[in-house]
Structures are given as structure tokens and as C-alpha cells.
């Protein structure tokens, strides 16, 4: 099997995360739900590319520029010098909004995407880009569709989820998973698994919610109204999907505090009835770190489109999209899609 070679577009908070966590993950297995993954380890996977617009981050090496500001995730390992250069993007709506506060735009001239890469060769485009930006997501889902790369879009912007995009990458035998990455133990997998609980033990849930706080740039722009009404449809719809039609359902990012850098608390409620109709209530808050946490189920999806690419496989990948995205094509409930997810790697599920 060949090397595993990811293009990253957006070297934010997440991107960061995920090199780390090839470093740290290269000799240590815990922590993760799967260290060797259809013969492949986090350490053969490998950025041979890598497209921001800030100006902070474009012309730096990856191993510098993933530890520039206004990133936030903290250096937990040595991550050496990677050779790979960040490039400069067209800007699209990439920095629109309270984002132009945040992000530097750099103002030298955007590279040509395709030729950029065609000259890498092929491999995977891992879209990191911000909540919101549909038209730049678009332009990369495009780019990777003419250029032959798999698309990964873990923002909410609608393309695995959207027949037209399923269609083009199935048309052109190029893998495509997505949307909105759901983390290792992050809010909305964590909402799941715990409704799933009292549901099989026989409770109706009436009413939740879940709501969270932290001080990423990706809560800072969910600030504002069409991103956070994005991200809660997304997150909402997960939710919704295992309760009784009639319940009352309201998640998403609540507020940004600077402070907590790339900390998150999410704060859940739930209502309920159980035998003779006899109340529950349950509070959790839950504590967490976004990067670590997206890198976390990244490494599992980026070595699962690999392995469809090398069985040549393409189209929506339903079982990786079910298992590592809020809103996938088909949706399941956590135990189902761990279990497609396994029987996709064992090769007893095509897609
Ligand atoms: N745990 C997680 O990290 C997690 C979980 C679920 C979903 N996601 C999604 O992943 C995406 C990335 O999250 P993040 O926290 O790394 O975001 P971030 O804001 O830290 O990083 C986004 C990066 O994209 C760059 N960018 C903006 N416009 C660009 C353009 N046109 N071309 C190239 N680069 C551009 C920014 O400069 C920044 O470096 C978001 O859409 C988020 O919703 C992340």
C-alpha cells in the first residue's frame, strides 16, 4: 500500500492537531479508538501539501505555521520541520464577517489550485476551511473532482450530503466522505451515546438541549447568525434523528470566552419519563479540546479513504461519512455506524 498523502486546505486549529497528532501517535497507541486501521498506523499518513489565506501562516513551513496565530492548540509534541510550505489560496468567503477581525488575509497572490495539485500527484484534499464558507468549499470540492483527489469536507458546508456533489464524485470514481466532522468524544457523539443509553433502557426523552462554550476561532465565527444557525441545523438534525418526533431539541455553540483557548464545555440537558410516567432529569457538563478531539476521528477517516481509494471505490463513502460526520448521506445510530465502519474496513461493506 502506498504512502497515505493528504492536501490540507485551512491550517487552523484542527490541521494543527492532526500533525501533532501523527507525531504522537507515531510510537504511542493510547488514546485512540483504532492505532492500526486495515494495516495502516497514524504514521503513514503524511501532508505532502497544505492552502490558508493568512498571512501569519502562508510562506511558513507546516510545523511552524500550525503553532501561529490565532490558532490555539497548544504544542503537546515535537513536530520537526516538515518541508511542506503553506501556500496561499483564493481568499473566496473564506474571511467574510466577524472572520476579516480574526484572519490576516495575505495579500501576495493566490496560487493556481489546480496546477498546485496536479504537481503533488494525487492523493487526498482534507477541507478544514471555517463554518460558513460554502462557495470556497465548493471551489475545492471542484477542485479536487478535476484534479482526481478524494474530498474530505469536515466543515457543515453541504456536499457529501448533497446529491448533486454525491453524484459528480461517484460519476468520476473518486472517494468523497463528509459533512461536519463528528470528534473522537465531542459534544453531539456524546449527546448521542447518552440518549441512546436511556433510550434503550426504555426512557422517552421530552425535551434537550446542549450548548457549549469555548475560545477557538471556529467559536468566534459561529457568533455570528448564519454560521451558528448552520451549525445548530447540523448538530440539531443528529440529535433529532434518535428522539420522538415530538420532542424539543436545541444544540450548537452558545458563546465565545477567549480564555479558553481550545478548550470546550458543553453543557447538556435532558428530560425524560420512565416507568408510570415518573420524571428524570439529567445535567452533564463535559470538558474537552477541540483539536485534539477533531484529530482524534480524523486519523481513522483519512486511512479509511485510503483504503477505498486502493480498492477503488469512489462516490460517498456511507459507512465512513455515518461513523465520522454529523450529517452524512445515511444516517445511524452510533453503534451501527462503528459496526459499518468495521465491516467497510474488513472489506464486507463496499462503501
Ligand atoms: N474538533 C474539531 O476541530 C472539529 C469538529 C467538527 C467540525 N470541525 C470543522 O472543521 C473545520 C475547521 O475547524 P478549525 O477549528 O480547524 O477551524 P479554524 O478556524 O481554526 O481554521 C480554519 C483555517 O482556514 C483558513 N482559511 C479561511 N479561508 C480560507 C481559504 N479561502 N482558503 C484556505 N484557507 C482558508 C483560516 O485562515 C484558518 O487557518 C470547521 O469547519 C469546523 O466546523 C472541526
Redesign the pocket.
Known amino acids: 500500500m502506498q504512502g497515505t498523502k493528504v492536501v490540507v486546505?485551512?491550517?487552523?486549529?484542527?490541521?494543527s492537531?492532526l500533525v501533532q497528532s501523527i507525531m504522537y501517535h507515531s510510537k504511542n497507541p493510547k488514546g485512540l479508538i483504532n492505532y492500526e486501521l486495515g494495516g495502516l498506523k497514524p504514521s503513514d499518513i503524511e501532508i505532502v501539501g497544505a492552502?490558508?489565506?493568512?498571512s501569519r501562516?502562508v510562506g511558513k513551513d507546516l510545523s511552524e505555521a500550525i503553532f501561529a496565530d490565532p490558532?490555539v492548540v497548544p504544542k503537546l509534541t515535537e513536530v520537526p520541520f516538515t518541508g511542506v510550505k503553506v501556500v496561499k489560496?483564493?481568499?473566496?468567503d473564506?474571511?467574510e464577517g466577524v472572520?476579516s477581525d480574526v484572519?490576516k488575509v495575505d495579500d501576495s497572490q493566490p496560487v493556481d489550485v489546480s496546477a498546485y495539485l496536479n504537481e503533488l500527484g494525487g492523493g487526498m484534499l482534507l477541507c478544514?476551511?471555517?463554518?460558513g464558507?460554502q462557495r470556497?468549499v465548493e471551489f475545492y470540492a471542484d477542485a479536487a473532482l478535476k484534479s482526481g483527489y478524494a474530498f474530505l469536507n469536515?466543515?457543515?458546508a453541504k456536499i457529501a450530503s448533497d446529491n448533486r456533489w454525491a453524484e459528480a464524485f461517484e460519476d468520476k470514481g473518486i472517494p468523497l466522505v463528509g459533512d461536519?466532522?463528528?470528534?473522537q468524544m465531542?459534544g453531539t457523539v456524546f449527546h448521542m451515546g447518552v440518549l441512546d443509553f436511556l433510550t434503550r433502557r426504555g426512557v422517552v426523552v421530552t425535551k434537550t438541549y446542549q450548548l457549549d462554550i469555548s475560545g477557538?476561532?471556529?467559536a468566534f465565527?459561529v457568533l455570528e447568525d448564519f454560521r451558528r444557525e448552520e451549525?445548530r441545523k447540523v448538530k440539531s438534525d443528529a440529535i433529532r434523528q434518535m428522539l420522538p418526533p415530538e420532542s424539543s431539541v436545541a444544540t450548537g455553540t452558545s458563546d465565545y470566552v477567549g480564555f479558553m483557548k481550545d478548550c470546550r464545555t458543553g453543557y447538556f440537558y435532558i428530560e425524560g419519563k420512565n416507568c408510570l410516567g415518573s420524571d428524570i432529569t439529567i445535567d452533564i457538563y463535559l470538558r474537552t479540546h477541540?483539536?485534539p478531539?477533531?484529530a482524534g476521528i480524523l486519523l481513522d477517516v483519512i486511512r479509511a479513504v485510503k483504503i477505498a481509494s486502493d480498492r477503488g471505490v469512489g462516490g460517498p463513502l456511507t459507512s465512513v461519512c455515518a461513523y465520522g460526520f454529523k450529517n452524512p448521506p445515511i444516517r445511524s445510530s452510533i453503534n451501527e455506524s462503528a459496526e459499518w465502519f468495521r465491516a467497510f474496513i474488513k472489506g464486507e461493506r463496499k462503501r
Open positions: 486546505v485551512g491550517v487552523g486549529n484542527c490541521c492537531a492552502i490558508d489565506i493568512d501562516k490558532n489560496g483564493p481568499v473566496l473564506g474571511a472572520l484572519i478544514l476551511l471555517p463554518t464558507c470556497a469536515c466543515t457543515p461536519d466532522l463528528m470528534s465531542g477557538t476561532v471556529e465565527g451549525k477541540d483539536g478531539n477533531g
